[in-house]
C-alpha cells in the first residue's frame, strides 16, 4: 500500500556531511509523522528527530544542533541533513512514516528497508 525507499548513506570521515532521504510512494491519502530512527550495533532502535505534518520537530539530544530534518510534502519525502558527523553517530538509519492510504483510509505505519551510515576516518 505505501513503500519507502531511503538513500545517502554512506562512508564519511569524522566532521563530515550526509543527507539520508526517505520518499514515499503508493496510494496515499495523507502522510502524518515523518521520522529517522537508527541502531547501532548491539543497542536498541532510537528516534533520531521526528517530523510532524505541522512542521513541528524534535530531535535526539545527542544530534541536536548537528542534524536537521524536513519534509518535503507534495514529494512525500523526508530528509536528514546531518552535519558534524561523530563514530557515535555510525549506525544503520530507518525512516518512518505515519500514512493514511486510500484503500482503507486509516492510519498505517511503514518502516523503511535501512540505510547505513558509518563515521570513521
Known amino acids: 500500500q505505501v513503500q519507502l525507499v531511503e538513500s545517502g548513506g554512506g562512508l564519511v570521515q569524522p566532521g563530515g556531511s550526509l543527507t539520508l532521504s526517505c520518499a514515499a510512494s503508493?496510494?496515499?491519502?495523507?502522510?502524518?509523522?515523518m521520522a529517522w530512527y537508527r541502531q547501532a550495533p548491539g543497542k536498541e532502535r532510537e528516534l533520531v528527530a521526528r517530523?510532524?505534518?505541522?512542521?513541528?520537530?524534535n530531535y535526539a539530544d545527542s544530534v541536536k544542533g548537528r542534524f536537521t530534518i524536513s519534509r518535503d510534502n507534495a514529494k512525500n519525502t523526508v530528509y536528514l541533513q546531518m552535519n558534524s558527523l561523530r563514530p557515535e553517530d555510525t549506525a544503520v538509519y530507518y525512516c518512518?512514516?505515519?500514512?493514511?492510504?486510500?484503500?482503507?483510509?486509516?492510519?498505517?505505519?511503514?518502516w523503511g528497508q535501512g540505510t547505513l551510515v558509518t563515521v570513521s576516518s
Open positions: 518512518n512514516v505515519q500514512a493514511v492510504p486510500y484503500t482503507t483510509l486509516r492510519k498505517l505505519e511503514v
Open positions: 503508493g496510494r496515499i491519502f495523507r502522510v502524518n509523522d
Open positions: 517530523i510532524m505534518s505541522s512542521g513541528g520537530t
